[in-house]
């Protein structure tokens, strides 16, 4: 069974701080690894998708790293701002039967 | 603006009422899917359709009906629904199932 855990579950961090976003899984056969944005009552922004086969990916100030054989991913954003407060979920598709599974989120605040 | 519009952004039913959730996209895709999210848990994916076909229900009741009558638009059927189910539904979609995934803001679901 694909489990993915993200830890912490909230972050409250002064703003421009570097930090990293934890997310792991229990089952190494994935497809990709996608890393969402959400928005208080708002849907999900797709931030980075990291295939299988690659080891990051970076856009802007988020870097995310993707380590299979561990069943770890990291995102890490740079020089925070208070726009990036929002929850950050992690999402991998597995091989098994193509399905994807979510994390809980990290909610992130971001103090000005 | 995601491309991926979802109607009506909040919804209040009884138990007895029958009521749909739209979703469409205007970007081309050919694949579409259906999440719940609900209060402190992981999103839930509950349909996939891929070029009009559903390949996936994750264990949907009954009470929940999608339907894909092309690409662009995909529709969740709801009927005798349960307090629950309240909950917000996302709508998303893709080029195809292993890349990147677009969502919409979702439909607040508030069951009486």
């Known amino acids: 069974k694909q489990e993915v855990t993200q830890i912490p579950a909230a972050l409250s961090v002064p703003e421009g701080e570097n930090l990293v976003l934890n997310c792991s899984f229990t089952?190494?056969?994935?497809?990709?690894l996608q890393w969402f944005r959400q928005d208080p009552g708002k849907g999900l922004t797709s931030l980075l998708l990291?295939?299988?086969?690659?080891r990051e990916q970076t856009s802007g100030r988020l870097n995310a790293s993707l380590d299979k054989s561990s069943g770890r991913s990291t995102l890490y954003i740079a020089a925070s701002q208070p726009g990036d407060s929002a929850t950050y979920l992690c999402a991998v598709r597995r091989r098994r039967d193509d399905k994807i599974i979510f994390g809980k989120g990290t909610r992130l605040h971001i103090l000005p | 603006e995601t491309g991926v519009t979802q109607t009506p952004r909040h919804l209040v039913m009884g138990m007895t009422n029958k009521k749909s959730l739209k979703c469409e996209q205007h970007l081309g895709h050919n694949a579409m899917y259906w999440y719940k999210q609900s209060a402190k848990k992981p999103l839930e994916l509950m349909f996939v359709y891929n070029f009009k076909e559903q390949t996936e229900n994750n264990s949907v009741p009954s009470r929940f009906s999608p339907e894909c009558p092309n690409s662009s638009h995909l529709f969740l059927h709801l009927h005798t629904l349960q307090p629950e189910d309240s909950a917000l539904y996302l709508c998303?979609?893709?080029?195809?199932?292993?890349?990147?995934?677009?969502f919409g803001p979702g439909t607040r679901l508030l069951v009486l």
């Open positions: 089952d190494s056969a994935i497809y990709n």
């Open positions: 990291i295939q299988s086969s690659q």
């Open positions: 998303a979609s893709s080029q195809d199932q292993s890349v990147t995934q677009y």
